[in-house]
C-alpha cells in the first residue's frame, strides 16, 4: 500500500529565506508524486509533478523538487520565500496504474516579514 | 474551461439531515473523483467515476452516503442522516482518463459541511 509522510505540520520562515517541506513515501511499484499548494478555504492547486522523467522536477511560483529513489524521497523547495507563499502544502502519492492519489497530512508554510 | 465547479460552497446542517453536493467537471475530463479532508488531514479518497460508472469506493464510504453521476457530466454526493464526524470539506475533481495520473487532478474549490 502507499502512504506519505510530511515531516513537520508548521514550518516557519521568515521572508527572502530557503523553504524546504519534507516529503516521504512509500510505494510497492515506481510512483508518480506530487506538491499540492491550498489556500485558507480553496481547492488544491497542482504544484508540480514527477512522473519517471528528470528526477528535478520545477513547478509554478518557484518551487522545484528532487525525486530520490534510494532515500523514497521527494523534498519541495523554493530558493527565497515570499509572503504569499503562506498556505498548506499536501504532498500525494499514486502507483502506475492506479487513478487515486494518497496524500500526506500536509504541512503549513508560515512566512514572516 | 471554468474549471471544476462545486455547490454550495458551504452548507450547515442539523445532525440527522440529508444533504447533497454537486460537482461540474472541467467538461472533456472523463474521470471525476470525490475526497473528504478534515481539519488538520490531507485529502481522503472517497470515491470516482469514469464517465458514469463508479470504478472504486473507499471504505469510508458508509452505506450513509451515495455518489451518482448519471450521464456522465456533473455529480452529486449524497449523505443521510448526517452525524457530527461528517464535519469535513468534500472535494470534487476531474481528469482524462487518456493521460492516467501523468497530469494529476484539478480540484475544485471544495464545499464545507459543518454538522450541528
Known amino acids: 500500500a502507499q502512504s506519505v509522510t510530511q515531516l513537520g505540520s508548521h514550518v516557519s520562515v521568515s521572508e527572502g529565506a530557503l523553504v524546504l517541506l519534507r516529503c516521504n513515501y512509500s510505494?510497492?511499484?515506481?510512483?508518480?508524486l506530487f506538491w499540492y499548494v491550498q489556500y485558507p478555504n480553496q481547492g488544491l492547486q497542482l504544484l508540480l509533478k514527477y512522473t519517471s522523467a528528470a528526477t528535478l522536477v520545477k513547478g509554478i511560483n518557484g518551487f522545484e523538487a528532487e525525486f530520490k529513489k534510494s532515500e523514497t524521497s521527494f523534498h519541495l523547495t523554493k530558493p527565497s520565500a515570499h509572503m504569499s507563499d503562506a498556505a498548506e502544502y499536501f504532498c500525494?502519492?499514486?502507483?502506475?496504474?492506479?487513478?487515486?492519489?494518497?496524500f500526506g497530512k500536509g504541512t503549513m508554510l508560515l512566512v514572516s516579514p | 474551461d471554468t474549471g471544476v465547479s462545486q455547490n454550495p460552497r458551504h452548507k450547515i446542517t442539523k445532525r440527522g439531515q440529508n444533504v447533497t453536493f454537486r460537482c461540474d467537471p472541467i467538461s472533456e475530463h472523463n474521470r471525476l473523483y470525490w475526497y473528504r479532508q478534515t481539519l488538520g488531514q490531507g485529502p481522503e479518497f472517497l470515491t470516482y467515476?469514469?464517465?458514469?460508472?463508479?470504478?472504486?469506493k473507499s471504505r469510508l464510504l458508509s452505506d450513509r452516503f451515495s455518489a451518482e453521476r448519471p450521464k456522465g457530466s456533473f455529480s452529486t454526493l449524497e449523505i443521510q442522516r448526517t452525524e457530527q464526524g461528517d464535519s469535513a470539506m468534500y472535494l470534487c475533481?476531474?481528469?482524462?482518463?487518456?493521460?492516467?495520473?501523468?497530469?494529476?487532478?484539478?480540484f475544485g474549490s471544495g464545499t464545507r459541511l459543518t454538522v450541528v
Open positions: 467515476f469514469q464517465n458514469e460508472a463508479q470504478l472504486e
Open positions: 510505494s510497492s511499484v515506481p510512483p508518480y
Open positions: 500525494a502519492v499514486s502507483e502506475k496504474g492506479y487513478s487515486t492519489l494518497t
Open positions: 475533481a476531474s481528469s482524462l482518463a487518456s493521460s492516467g495520473m501523468l497530469n494529476g487532478y484539478t
